[in-house]
């Protein structure tokens, strides 16, 4: 095959050049462009005038949008990857084979955005590496959570590259990647458990900062826990968006399949956020801060997480399955995903430093940074899913790749 | 050729062990010290009821750390108008309080409090902010990477962020003049003060003395050393005619030492990198056996399809069904 050819195959989608980029010129990627357009320059801005110019960081609150978004919302939610791979691989559940490719790389580009959110957030992002290469500060749950980033961003490149192998059509390298699986999907358990937790365990260190109805010596358990239902929402949420918006990969088999995989996944996040929801009871116990809850605007808003964003997409849920509804469910499933990103809010930015009399907590060209970049990561998604074989092409889809023997054929 | 391998091997070695030994064993002991085992650190005792708000103290300090000059001057008074902070171009500031009780004036210097167990250097994840054996807490830019994590720690909010510069933004605050102390002098501030409101000296001796005024003259005090037992001890230490509250000091600071919080989680972590590959490799062992007596049974089912009826060897269970074809 001549280069051409092969760039015409896997790159350009089977068209010519020229087709190819008229096929561009759509409403979305219009929008698209138009969006990075005007969020670029505010990235270019940061790296010219530094942080003070884009951010409305300052000395007492030093952490902004782009950490509660990119690294303690960004992470929970790619904890699709660990989740849905421990049960494959792990558990053995091969009737969710068809979504775990996805899941890996949702969590897969998720990790790797957070690294570029860092990249935007940190002081001196060129010394990124200084913590698993330079210099050691292992009593800090950061220097914890750094290298498991970087550890599990290699692990998780390395559990979605059979994937890479097989649409570049390199099929020997791809059996190999293939056989690692198992012990980079356990690799991963121990990860993502303990980067998960670290990320609440964070803010162990600030319980004076944090407000009372968010700190609590549980938070690295109330990460972990929450992690794992927002992960399975974004597989449900995901998977349905892209079959709704991608009909190479609609047929009313796969349709079928994916709503029985929906059902199925949706009652995992529900036993998830019934679990959470009475973790979360035992913190306020724990803390004895029920007279908190209902005497001040906190505690409103600690209820109004509480009951509205983990007990009602719970309750959601639990209806959904009992109707067997999969649109309830992927309903639900939205809930706990906006449930989480409220929660991680909450603690790394909206009830921090909560007694201080006045605070900034982030300015609009930090938003526009968030968005461009988000922007960026649904083009690189949508450009990898269009090539490479994530999504099943169709649902008869082999399962039997499980032991990495009797292997079959996707394309 | 044969040293440089060496060296190579060696410093992959480094790194590995470093990492391993890093992930496994270092938190524990990181954490271990305990408040006995602590050395009489250098501290300073500020003794409120002295200072006259002069603001020497904070040109010392700006002179001592060639800070960049003030845009207001240092005798200018107009500054009380409103509560400063240190920032990373004044290491030091002196913020002015109303007694509630007589209506004087207070004067309040406040700096990084240089505390016992910091909670910024517990969070720096690359080493770089350190407690010194003498007692200062001391930062090394040369590692720095801008996280901010001291930032978010510091419960007294003093590491401050150079947010406009590009390229080698450093966290900045007071150093308690280490450069100084090294050589046998006092910090700057200190040597400075006209009124005797600041004495340097070791901490055992410090809390003493202040002890003392405070009996002394139990009118002009109010009976607590703000700093002797507060997040474990800091080594600035304070009395006071007027209640901390008053002063704009936080007083929700527990006394157990900040980075004791953490530690119990840090020790969860080797438990997991141990436990965990056994734990769910055992799951998965598990799991393939079943699949593999589930295979054996259908490849029979089959074969008993084959030589027997036309029926297929299809259970009906969606999960098994495809694995027949092995």
Known sequence: ????????????????????????????????????????????????????AVTSGSHVQPWGLFLAWGLFSGVPLSASGFVLGTAVYVFGLRR???????????????????????????????RIYYPV????????????????????????????????????????LRRGARSLTVGLTIFGIILSTLHQS?????????????????????????????????????VIVVSALVHRFFPGERNPRWTEQLGELTLGMGKAVALTLFTYFGLKLVGVAHGNHWGLLGTSPWGWWFLTELLGFVLLPCLLLVLALKRGS????????????????????????????WNLPHRELFEWKEAMIILTVVVIEILVYRWIILRMPVVPEHPAYREGEGEGEGEAHHD | MMDKLVTRRGFLKGVLGTAIGGLILHPVRALAQSARERPDHFAILADLTRCIGCRRCEA?????????????PFDDKSVFEEKRRPDEKAFTVVNRYEDPKTGKPVYVKIQCMHCEEPACASACLVGALKKTPEGPVIYNEDVCIGCRYCMSACPFYIPAFEYFDPVSPRIQKCYMCYHRIRKGEVPACVAECPMGALTFGRRSELIKLARERIMKNPDRYVDHIYGEHEVGGTDWLYIS??????????????????????????????????????????????????????????????????????KEGNDGDDGTTTSQGE
């Open chain 1, 96 to 126: 969710y084979h068809p979504v775990v490719n996805n899941a890996i790389l949702i969590g897969f580009l998720g990790y790797f955005f957070a690294v570029v959110f860092l990249l935007i957030d940190l002081g001196r992002p060129w």
């Open chain 1, 1 to 52: 095959m001549s280069l051409r050819d092969w760039l015409r195959e896997k790159v350009f989608l089977g068209m010519t050049l020229r087709e190819y980029a008229r096929s561009l010129v759509t409403p979305f990627n219009l929008v698209a462009g138009l969006i990075i357009a005007v969020g670029f320059p505010f990235i270019v801005l940061r790296f010219v005038h530094g942080l003070g």
């Open chain 1, 198 to 234: 670290a990320l609440g365990a964070m803010f162990l260190l600030m319980p004076g900062k944090v407000h009372p109805l968010w700190w609590s010596p549980y938070l690295p358990i109330f990460f972990l826990t929450s992690a794992i239902a927002a992960g399975i929402s974004m």
């Open chain 2, 241 to 310: 005619g007027v209640p901390f509250e008053e002063l704009g000091f936080p007083t929700n600071l527990p006394e157990k030492p900040l980075p004791e919080l953490s530690k119990g989680f840090l020790s969860l972590v080797p438990i997991v990198l141990v436990s965990w590959p056994a734990l769910f490799g055992g799951i998965y062992l598990m799991s393939r056996s079943r699949d593999r007596e589930r295979t054996a049974l259908t490849r029979t089912r089959t074969q008993a399809a084959d030589t027997g009826t036309d």
């Open chain 1, 326 to 353: 999969v649109s309830l469910v992927r309903l639900g499933a939205l809930w706990t995903i906006l449930g989480t990103i409220i929660n991680r809010f909450n603690v790394s930015l909206i009830t921090f430093n």
């Open chain 1, 133 to 172: 290469m330079i210099s050691y500060g292992p009593a800090s749950v950061l220097f914890l959570v750094g290298w498991h980033v970087f550890l599990y961003l290699s692990c998780q490149f390395l559990e979605f590259s059979p994937t890479i192998f097989g649409w570049a059509g390199a099929e020997r």
């Open chain 2, 60 to 72: 010392a300090c700006n002179r001592a750390n060639g800070l960049p000059p003030p845009e207001v």
